[in-house]
C-alpha cells in the first residue's frame, strides 16, 4: 500500500504541478521558465508534505528529511534524463516514448529514496523501537519464585569444530544458574544433529556419554536450520525452552536475564543484538533493510532478532499448532501472542569454523519469511498492472493524436516491439511471483512430515 500511495501523490503532484504553471503563464503572465520554476517548487512542496505525512508517516525533522528529500528527486531526475537522452540517441525513439521510459528509474529511484533515506524514520518504525527498548508491559503470570526447569535446544549442522566449546560454556551457565538456585539440577542441553557430514554426531554422542545434561536429537536427514529448530523445540522436554545456535556468536550470559524476565512472569523472552559491529557492511546493510522490509509489508517481527529466544511451556504446546511446512519462526513466534520481554546482547564473531549460512541460503530465509506472511507482492503486482495500464494507455493516446492532428508518422519497429518486450517483460515477473506463492500452497497440501527423527540419546 506505501507503493500505491506513492505513486498516487505522484499522479496528483503532476497534475497540481502541471496546473499552477498553467496558471502562471495564462493569469500571472509569467515567462515559461519562471512559470515552471515556480510550478515546480510548488508540486516539490506538496509531494514532500503527502509524502512525509500520508504515504511514510515519517516523524523525521522537517528541514533534514526536506534536504534528503531534494537529494532523492535529484538522483530521480538525472536517472530519468540519462534514460531518455540513452533511449533516444541509440534506439531513435520518438521523444515522447523515450520520456515515458524515463519514468520507469525516476519512479523507483524516488520511492526507495524516499522510503529508506528521505523518510527513513516511519511512526511505525518508531514505535517499534520504542517497543524494543522497552520490555512488554503484558504480565500474565505470577512471579515464580521456585527453581525452574530449563531445557536449551541447540541446532547442529557441520559444527565438529565448536561443539565442544559450546558444551563447556553451557555447562558453565547451567551449573552456576543451578548453585544460584535459578534453574534445577537436572536441566538439560539439546544437540539437535541437522544431517551433518562431519563428526558432529560422533561428538553428540561422546558428549552424552560423558555429561548427564548433554542429549542428541539425530535427524534422518538434512532438513534446514528452522526445521531442526522446530524438532528440538516441539521434543525437548522442561517447563522452559531455550534455543541458540552452535556458533557461540550468541552471548550465553543473556540466558540469566531470560530466566529472570521469566521468573517476573514473561511467557516469551527474545533475545536482541544491540548492534551490528561485527556484521560486514554488506550484511549489516541488507540485514536492517530486509527487516525494514518486512515491517513494511505487515509482518510482525522483532528487530534484530534471529532465533535466540526463551520460551515458555505454554508457548511450545502453542506453537505445536502451528502445521505449516514453510517455516519461519522468527515470524511464527510473535503471531502466538503471551506477554514478552527483550534482552539485550553483543553478538560476536564466530567461534570457530565457517558459518553455515552463506548468501545463498540467508536469501532464501528471507524471501521465506516475505512470502510466508505476506501477500503485498501480490497486491503489488496489482498496481504494477495498473501503472503498466495507464502508460500504455497514455502511449495509444498519443499515437492516435499524432494520426489525426499531425502529418508525422509513427515510429517504426522500435517503437513497436520495446513495449511488446516491456510488457513481456512485466507479464513474466508477475507470473513468478504469483508462482512462487502457488508452489507454497503446493509444498503445504502435501503435508509431508517437516522432519523425521532418526535416533535420540
Same mark, same amino acid.
Given at each position: 500500500?506505501?507503493?500505491?500511495?506513492?505513486?498516487?501523490?505522484?499522479?496528483?503532484? +503532476?497534475?497540481?504541478?502541471?496546473?499552477?504553471?498553467?496558471?502562471?503563464?495564462?493569469?500571472?503572465?509569467?515567462?515559461?521558465?519562471?512559470?515552471?520554476?515556480? =510550478?515546480?517548487?510548488?508540486?516539490?512542496?506538496? =509531494? *514532500?508534505?503527502?509524502?512525509?505525512?500520508?504515504?511514510? %508517516?515519517?516523524? !523525521? /525533522?522537517?528541514?533534514?528529511?526536506?534536504?534528503?528529500?531534494?537529494?532523492?528527486?535529484?538522483?530521480?531526475?538525472?536517472?530519468?534524463?540519462?534514460?531518455?537522452?540513452?533511449?533516444?540517441?541509440?534506439?531513435?525513439?520518438?521523444?515522447?516514448?523515450?520520456?515515458?521510459?524515463?519514468?520507469?528509474?525516476?519512479?523507483?529511484?524516488?520511492?526507495? =529514496?524516499?522510503?529508506?533515506?528521505? $523518510?527513513?524514520?516511519?511512526?511505525?518504525?518508531?514505535?517499534?523501537?520504542?517497543?524494543?527498548?522497552?520490555?512488554?508491559?503484558?504480565?500474565?503470570?505470577?512471579?515464580?519464585?521456585?527453581?525452574?526447569?530449563?531445557?536449551?535446544?541447540?541446532?547442529?549442522?557441520?559444527?565438529?569444530?565448536?561443539?565442544?566449546?559450546?558444551? #563447556?560454556?553451557?555447562?558453565?551457565?547451567?551449573?552456576?544458574?543451578?548453585?544460584? =538456585?535459578?534453574?534445577?539440577?537436572?536441566?538439560?542441553?539439546?544437540?539437535?544433529?541437522?544431517?551433518?557430514?562431519? #563428526? +558432529?554426531?560422533?561428538?553428540?554422542?561422546?558428549?552424552?556419554?560423558?555429561?548427564? *545434561?548433554?542429549?542428541?536429537?539425530?535427524?534422518? #536427514?538434512?532438513?534446514? /536450520?528452522?526445521?531442526?529448530?522446530?524438532? %528440538?523445540?516441539?521434543?525437548?522436554?522442561?517447563?522452559?525452552?531455550?534455543?541458540? !545456535?552452535?556458533?557461540?556468536?550468541?552471548?550465553?550470559?543473556?540466558?540469566?536475564?531470560?530466566?529472570?524476565?521469566?521468573? +517476573?512472569?514473561?511467557?516469551?523472552?527474545?533475545?536482541?543484538? !544491540?548492534?551490528?559491529? +561485527?556484521?560486514?557492511?554488506?550484511?549489516?546493510?541488507?540485514?536492517?533493510?530486509?527487516? #525494514?522490509?518486512?515491517?513494511?509489508?505487515?509482518?510482525?517481527?522483532?528487530?534484530?532478532?534471529?532465533?535466540?529466544?526463551?520460551?515458555?511451556?505454554?508457548?511450545?504446546?502453542?506453537?505445536?499448532?502451528?502445521?505449516?511446512?514453510?517455516?519461519?519462526?522468527?515470524?511464527?513466534?510473535?503471531?502466538? %501472542?503471551?506477554?514478552?520481554?527483550?534482552?539485550?546482547?553483543?553478538?560476536?564473531?564466530?567461534?570457530?569454523?565457517?558459518?553455515?549460512?552463506?548468501?545463498?541460503?540467508?536469501?532464501?530465509?528471507?524471501?521465506?519469511?516475505?512470502?510466508?506472511? @505476506?501477500?503485498?507482492?501480490?497486491?503489488?503486482?496489482?498496481?504494477?498492472?495498473?501503472?503498466?495500464?495507464?502508460?500504455? $494507455?497514455?502511449?495509444?493516446?498519443?499515437?492516435?493524436?499524432?494520426?489525426?492532428?499531425?502529418?508525422?508518422?509513427?515510429?517504426?519497429?522500435? @517503437?513497436?516491439?520495446?513495449?511488446?518486450?516491456?510488457?513481456?517483460?512485466?507479464?513474466?515477473?508477475?507470473? %513468478?511471483?504469483?508462482?512462487?506463492?502457488?508452489?507454497?500452497?503446493?509444498?503445504?497440501?502435501?503435508?509431508?512430515?517437516?522432519?523425521?527423527?532418526?535416533?535420540?540419546?
Amino acid at each position: 500500500m506505501t507503493l500505491v500511495r506513492f505513486l498516487l501523490v505522484g499522479v496528483a503532484n +503532476t497534475l497540481f504541478g502541471l496546473s499552477i504553471i498553467y496558471f502562471a503563464m495564462y493569469f500571472l503572465q509569467l515567462e515559461i521558465v519562471q512559470a515552471n520554476a515556480f =510550478g515546480y517548487s510548488v508540486g516539490i512542496l506538496l =509531494g *514532500f508534505a503527502l509524502n512525509k505525512t500520508w504515504t511514510f %508517516g515519517s516523524s !523525521d /525533522h522537517v528541514v533534514s528529511s526536506f534536504l534528503r528529500y531534494l537529494l532523492v528527486l535529484a538522483v530521480a531526475y538525472v536517472a530519468n534524463l540519462a534514460t531518455v537522452l540513452y533511449t533516444n540517441s541509440h534506439f531513435n525513439l520518438n521523444p515522447y516514448i523515450a520520456q515515458a521510459l524515463g519514468i520507469i528509474p525516476y519512479t523507483i529511484i524516488g520511492f526507495l =529514496g524516499s522510503r529508506y533515506f528521505a $523518510f527513513r524514520t516511519q511512526r511505525g518504525a518508531e514505535a517499534t523501537k520504542i517497543q524494543a527498548s522497552e520490555v512488554s508491559a503484558y504480565k500474565k503470570k505470577c512471579l515464580i519464585a521456585r527453581m525452574i526447569d530449563v531445557s536449551i535446544v541447540v541446532p547442529c549442522y557441520n559444527e565438529e569444530a565448536v561443539l565442544l566449546e559450546t558444551t #563447556r560454556q553451557l555447562a558453565d551457565v547451567l551449573q552456576q544458574l543451578s548453585i544460584e =538456585g535459578k534453574i534445577t539440577p537436572d536441566s538439560r542441553v539439546y544437540y539437535v544433529d541437522d544431517g551433518s557430514r562431519d #563428526r +558432529t554426531w560422533e561428538l553428540i554422542e561422546s558428549l552424552a556419554e560423558a555429561n548427564k *545434561f548433554v542429549h542428541g536429537i539425530k535427524l534422518s #536427514r538434512n532438513r534446514g /536450520h528452522q526445521n531442526a529448530l522446530l524438532a %528440538g523445540l516441539l521434543t525437548a522436554e522442561g517447563e522452559v525452552i531455550i534455543s541458540v !545456535d552452535a556458533d557461540l556468536q550468541d552471548d550465553l550470559s543473556a540466558i540469566r536475564k531470560m530466566i529472570e524476565f521469566y521468573a +517476573t512472569g514473561y511467557d516469551i523472552v527474545y533475545g536482541v543484538r !544491540d548492534s551490528r559491529k +561485527t556484521d560486514t557492511f554488506f550484511k549489516s546493510f541488507t540485514a536492517k533493510a530486509y527487516y #525494514r522490509l518486512l515491517s513494511a509489508m505487515g509482518v510482525e517481527i522483532i528487530y534484530n532478532h534471529a532465533d535466540y529466544r526463551l520460551m515458555s511451556r505454554q508457548v511450545i504446546e502453542a506453537l505445536k499448532e502451528f502445521d505449516e511446512v514453510n517455516l519461519f519462526l522468527r515470524g511464527i513466534i510473535p503471531q502466538l %501472542g503471551f506477554s514478552y520481554a527483550l534482552v539485550y546482547y553483543d553478538r560476536a564473531e564466530r567461534y570457530a569454523g565457517e558459518s553455515n549460512y552463506p548468501l545463498i541460503k540467508m536469501l532464501s530465509l528471507a524471501w521465506q519469511g516475505i512470502t510466508s506472511f @505476506s501477500n503485498l507482492p501480490l497486491r503489488l503486482i496489482t498496481g504494477l498492472g495498473l501503472l503498466v495500464s495507464l502508460m500504455s $494507455f497514455l502511449v495509444t493516446v498519443w499515437a492516435i493524436a499524432v494520426r489525426l492532428f499531425t502529418q508525422d508518422t509513427i515510429p517504426g519497429w522500435a @517503437s513497436t516491439v520495446l513495449p511488446i518486450y516491456f510488457l513481456g517483460g512485466i507479464q513474466l515477473l508477475c507470473l %513468478g511471483i504469483m508462482g512462487e506463492y502457488i508452489a507454497k500452497i503446493y509444498t503445504e497440501t502435501k503435508r509431508r512430515p517437516r522432519y523425521i527423527i532418526e535416533k535420540m540419546i
